[in-house]
């Protein structure tokens, strides 16, 4: 967290709901999304630099939504007038003690505008802001829920748009025989591609062995299983990773640092996969810090973020450097894009290297 920044008086919060249709709906093993209900928050400091920030709520993920990022943001708004904007950390702090437990997604907004309208000030790139290690990421893509048939064109597509590494989600309705079912699909598909399965912390214990054990049976070596057992099933989590010799991934697991710490000692999960929309990014960061203690693996994932809240994501990940897995794909599944700037794609190589400051992204016509 390299530059100091000068101090930058806070004019005005700004908040509006940023709907954005998709292509497909987005399934998990909890539930689906037609389109994005996110919000975009607008910071206005007093020299009139200007930051933006998204909150992606997911209410199937953890029952986060829109409307109340939009009342916890609202909200905010009015004591903000005035306050330095380099103070981030503290304004998220009173924000978050204010707004309760469940407001990962507004407190990344509220962050992202601020830092970014700081950073942009500046002339500094957030990445760099983030440590500037790096400025590329692999990302994989998602075959979300679906028929066979349907994930085995999602496979193809993922390899003709020249992306390697597959997320599929699993343990949707129809159990193990289902899943194998379009897993098998996907092999046939993409045989050589590494492939991530995320159960999204919605499989028991003895449906979770089952499919270890078909996966076994079919030859089939997953790169990370991704929270199948329910989040607070740590000790399943670490008997998974030991039965099946496959590294283990935490997810809905851990949300905050204290999260992340009691898997580590719980011998929980080879990987945490961290996103800012689970508490903001100052716990993120937090989150980082305990992993690396650890020698826990990182994996930088999202909600149904658009490229605004994906290239910050980018931006910290490739910043702070150590991360084996990224999972920024959602952009790719919106039908439309509000926005102008943000990462580079080429096949599924992401750029962050010709951002400049901040995290580039402005609104279309803003
Ligand atoms: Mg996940």
């Known amino acids: 967290m390299a530059s100091a920044l000068r101090p930058a008086s806070v004019r005005s919060l700004r908040v509006v709901p940023l709907n954005i249709p998709l292509r ?26 200007v930051g933006y920030g998204e909150a992606a709520p997911f209410p199937a993920y953890n029952g986060e939504t829109q409307s109340a990022a939009l009342e916890q943001l ?28 469940a407001c990962g997604a507004a407190a990344c907004a509220l962050e992202t505008a601020l830092l970014d309208a700081v950073t942009r000030r500046e002339g500094v790139p957030l990445w760099r802001y983030f440590g500037g290690a790096g400025t590329e990421l ?26 390697r590494s597959i997320k599929v989600k699993v343990g949707g309705p129809g159990g193990a025989n289902a899943d194998m079912a379009r897993i098998s699909a996907i092999v046939e598909a993409a045989p050589d591609s590494p492939l991530i ?14 499919l270890v054990t078909a996966l076994k049976s079919r030859g089939i070596s997953p790169a990370l299983l991704e929270q199948w057992l329910p989040k607070e099933d740590l000790e399943g989590m670490r008997a998974l990773g030991l039965d099946s010799g496959w590294k283990v991934a935490a997810d809905e697991s851990v949300t905050t640092a204290a999260d992340a710490l009691a898997v580590a000692r719980a011998g929980a999960a080879n990987v945490i996969n961290i996103k800012l929309m689970k508490a903001g990014i100052v716990e993120a960061l937090e989150v980082v810090s305990v992993a690396r203690k650890a020698g826990i693996g990182l994996m930088i994932g999202g909600n149904i973020e658009s490229i605004l809240a994906m ?20 952009p790719l599944f919106m039908a439309e894009n509000p926005f102008d700037g943000g990462y580079s794609m080429e096949g599924g190589l992401i750029s962050v290297a010709h951002i400049l400051s901040g995290h580039g992204v402005v609104p279309l016509g803003a």
């Open 24 to 49: 497909v709906p987005f399934g998990i093993s909890r539930g689906s999304l037609d389109f994005a209900a996110n919000v975009l928050a607008t910071v206005e400091l007093s020299d009139g630099t």
């Open 311 to 330: 290239t910050v994501s980018a931006c910290f990940a490739a910043g702070q450097g150590g991360f084996a897995f990224a999972d920024l794909d959602t």
């Open 138 to 163: 692999e990302t994989d893509m998602t075959v979300t829920t679906g028929t066979p048939e349907e994930a085995g064109r999602a496979a193809l597509d993922i390899r003709r748009r020249g992306i």
């Open 197 to 210: 399965l995320d159960g999204n912390a919605g499989i028991g214990r003895a449906d979770a062995w089952h």
């Open 74 to 101: 609202a909200g905010a708004a009015s004591g903000i007038a005035g306050r330095d904007a380099t103070d981030w950390k503290g304004i998220s702090a009173e924000f978050r003690a204010r707004a309760g437990s």
